[in-house]
């Protein structure tokens, strides 16, 4: 079995790559989830949501969440700099060690950006593997991290390969995380070729979607300006994964993403 190193690209390739095939067909583990679009759907009318000055309707507009897993590293201050030119708001599921404490600045300027900050565990273990005191230290270590360098406590996380449970998502309840999954892969840890990358995720684009990408693999924060830029010319408008959910909220312990083929 192989054994994820974070901080090693390729202990992360590994670990991913040999998550391939389970990673789209998981989601969940069975576990209901909940589609962006009922969660608009049940939000009262006087439920503001959302992040406020970057609010779209997305019951309206065709929304997309551009999101990044497993970082921060050494690439994700050229991201920032992509997505603040391009002003396009992002949501950074983190890691924690040799990701969140090795770069405190770049995570700062995450939050001081605008983008949303959440949680991708500390250190990439599959919590369905874990009791319920190795699923809480795994989410609580992130939390603790990121809240001492941005001053807040993330509201979402994403579990490793999507894997989730019902225990999974007890913790993440008591913990005050809601789980959030994604419909666009474009399996950016299996290649470096950013023309590739781009075109997977350009194939799986439609409204509501959430697209999964890496910003610690080399070929991916270059494939991001020109993903940005078609799916702009498409009409799409980006938003964080909470904008995409206004005017509803996203529920600790549950878990959101794309209806199921």
Request: hydrophobic letters at 35%.
């Amino acid at each position: 079995m192989f054994r994820f190193r974070p901080g090693s690209r390729r202990g992360t390739a590994v670990a991913l790559l040999a998550a391939t095939s389970l990673m789209l067909t998981l989601g969940g583990c069975g576990v209901d989830r909940v589609t962006p679009r009922d969660a608009r759907g049940k939000a009262r009318t006087d439920d503001k949501g959302g992040t406020g000055t970057r609010r779209v309707d997305c019951a309206k507009v065709k929304c997309i969440a551009l999101t990044f897993d497993a970082g921060p590293g050494k690439d994700t201050p050229r991201l920032l700099d992509i997505l603040k030119e391009k002003r396009v708001p992002a949501t950074f599921f983190l890691l924690g060690r040799n990701h969140v404490d090795r770069y405190p600045r770049v995570v700062k300027r995450i939050a001081d950006e605008g983008h949303e900050v959440a949680n991708h565990t500390w250190s990439h273990r599959i919590l369905t593997d874990l009791d319920e005191a190795g699923i809480r230290e795994e989410l609580s270590l992130t939390q603790t991290a990121v809240e001492r360098i941005t001053g807040h406590r993330p509201t979402l996380m994403r579990p490793p390969q999507g894997r989730t449970d019902d225990t999974v998502s007890e913790i993440s309840k008591e913990l005050g995380l809601a789980q959030i999954l994604w419909s666009v892969t474009a399996k950016d840890y299996s290649t470096t070729d950013s023309a590739l990358i781009r075109q997977r995720v350009l194939e799986q684009a439609q409204a509501d979607g959430i697209i999964l990408l890496h910003d610690i693999y080399d070929g991916t924060v270059p494939a991001v300006p020109s993903i940005i830029d078609e799916l702009t010319r498409r009409g799409f408008t980006f938003v964080t994964v909470p904008e995409l959910l206004a005017p509803g909220k996203a529920e600790p312990g549950a878990v959101y993403g794309p209806e199921k083929d």
